[in-house]
Nanobody, 128 residues
């Protein structure tokens, strides 16, 4: 069973940057793709960005395109989410997610129920 551990959340002023990290116990051999989702209080969980572990191809939610970048370091079994130009509406609990079997990652971002493994989450707060 893949285990995911997130880190890097915190508080930042609007316009600032944060980098989230997600380390997996069994990354490339067990997960076809990895993703970041987020959930603000009172809202549904939504997809932010996803990456195929083999090819490195990525997909993003429209709300973060051009500001967020998902990347991976296979040697460290880690996926990152670089978040720039942060806005107050980016405030949420951010969750790392793994999908074992093949799925279109853009579809996965829309339907988070297709996730096989969730991390515990890391909180991001953006002050205006």
């Amino acid at each position: 069973q893949v285990q995911l551990v997130e880190s890097g959340g915190g508080s930042v002023q609007a316009g600032g940057s944060l980098r989230l990290s997600c380390t997996s116990s069994e990354y490339t051999t067990k997960s076809n793709s990895m993703a970041w989702f987020r959930q603000a209080p009172g809202k549904e969980r939504e997809g932010v960005a996803a990456i195929y572990t083999a090819s490195g191809n990525t997909a993003y939610a429209d709300s973060v395109k051009g500001r967020f970048t998902i990347s991976q370091d296979n040697a460290k079994n880690t996926v990152y989410l670089q978040m720039n130009s942060l806005k107050p509406e980016d405030s949420a609990m951010y969750y790392c997610a793994a999908r074992r079997l093949v799925i279109p990652i853009a579809y996965w971002l829309i339907y988070p129920r297709n996730t096989d493994v969730w991390g515990q989450g890391t909180l991001v707060t953006v002050a205006s």
